[in-house]
C-alpha cells in the first residue's frame, strides 16, 4: 500500500498546490527576483546589493502578481454566482405569473 503523496508546501505553510493563484505568483516572483537581481548586477557590479534588489523584485512581483490573480479570480467567482442564481430563477420562475419574460410579452401585446 502507497501512501498518497504530501502536497508540496512553500515554507511549510503555503499549499502551493491546492491554493489558487499561489504556484504562478511564487514562480513570477522567482523569475521576477533572478531578471532584477541580475540586472542590478550587470548595472553595478554590487553583489550584496543586487541580492537585496533580487529579494525585493521577488516580494513585489509575488504580491503583485497575488493581488491581481485573486482579485480576477473572486471577480469570476462573483460573475459564476449571478449566473447561477439567474439560471436557477429561470428555473423556478418559467411558465408562471412571475416569469419576466413572461411579464414583457404580455405587456407589449396588450398594448398594440
Known amino acids: 500500500m502507497a501512501a498518497a503523496p504530501e502536497p508540496f ?27 532584477a537581481g541580475l540586472g542590478h548586477f550587470l548595472l553595478t557590479s554590487r553583489i550584496r546589493r543586487s541580492c537585496d534588489v533580487g529579494v525585493g523584485g521577488f516580494i513585489v512581483v509575488t504580491l503583485g502578481c ?3 490573480c485573486r482579485y ?14 439567474g439560471i436557477k430563477n429561470k428555473i423556478l ?3 408562471t405569473h412571475l416569469d419576466p419574460a413572461r411579464k414583457q410579452t404580455n405587456g407589449g401585446s396588450s398594448s398594440s
Open 93 to 95: 420562475y418559467e411558465s
Open 9 to 35: 508546501k512553500l515554507l511549510g505553510i503555503l499549499d502551493v498546490e491546492n491554493i489558487p493563484c499561489a504556484r504562478d505568483s511564487v514562480l513570477y516572483g522567482s523569475l521576477g527576483s533572478v531578471v
Open 66 to 68: 497575488w493581488f491581481h
Open 72 to 85: 480576477n479570480y473572486a471577480k469570476l467567482r462573483i460573475q459564476e454566482r449571478l449566473a447561477r442564481e
